[in-house]
């Protein structure tokens, strides 16, 4: 079975550009959570959908949004970018509460 | 802010030899997990230990769990080179939300 797919796996972008980043579940898993981490830190929780409905934000500007589709994919979306948002963005899908499946994740760079 | 922290912040070891790593949160969880990550990649899922669990084992991995003091270790034995990573504690503050720590950098030497 497929892992948890996530794309582009990089982007560099020009601060104040808009940028959306995808991210497929595994097949039967129903909640996604994304995630971002900086160089040198640990994840830091954004977002959790789960039944194409937000569960739960984490303490982020609302700048950053997301979705979650029919078949269970997502997508993230962060608006007039900043250079602190430099990290890479992790997408983890779930069918339980006691694990956490993530993706390779999509890095990306503002300058 | 992030419930976690982990100790040591870098670790290196001789191949062969065991790695213990902490982990300290603040307020009352219903379980703890330990995640690794390689190369800055996704996180790979280690172990689960639930707050009424005291010690946990899963192959080379052994975790423990003491609640009075809001604190979790992981011990690998017999490291090997494959076994360089970081290694991340997370708490469920929320349903599927979960607080990492800071993270603990793993080296296994040659």
């Known amino acids: 079975d497929a892992g948890v797919t996530q794309s582009p796996t990089h982007l560099i972008k020009t601060r104040g550009q808009h940028v959306t980043l995808r991210c497929s579940p595994i097949?039967?898993?129903?909640?996604v959570s994304w995630y971002q981490q900086v160089l040198g830190q640990g994840p830091q929780f954004i977002f959790q959908?789960?039944?194409?409905?937000?569960?739960g934000r984490g303490n982020f500007p609302d700048r950053f949004s997301a979705r979650q589709f029919p078949n269970y994919s997502s997508e993230l979306n962060v608006n007039a970018l900043l250079l602190g948002d430099s990290a890479l963005y992790l997408c983890?899908?779930?069918?339980?509460?006691?694990?956490?499946?993530f993706g390779s994740g999509t890095q990306l760079s503002v300058l | 802010s992030q419930q976690g922290e982990e100790d040591p912040q870098a670790l290196s070891i001789q191949e062969g030899e065991n790695a213990t790593m902490n982990c300290s949160y603040k307020t009352s969880i219903n379980n703890l997990q330990w995640y690794r990550q390689n190369s800055g990649r996704g996180l790979v899922h280690l172990i689960l230990i639930r707050s009424n669990e005291r010690e946990k084992h899963s192959g080379r991995l052994r975790v423990t769990l003491d609640t009075s003091k809001k604190s979790s270790s992981l011990l690998i034995t017999a490291s090997r080179a494959a076994d360089t990573a970081s290694y991340f504690c997370a708490t469920e503050v929320d349903d599927y939300k979960l607080s990492f720590g800071a993270g603990t950098t793993v080296t296994v030497r040659a």
């Open positions: 983890a899908s779930s069918s339980s509460r006691e694990k956490l499946f």
């Open positions: 959908y789960y039944e194409k409905e937000e569960r």
């Open positions: 097949s039967g898993h129903k909640s």
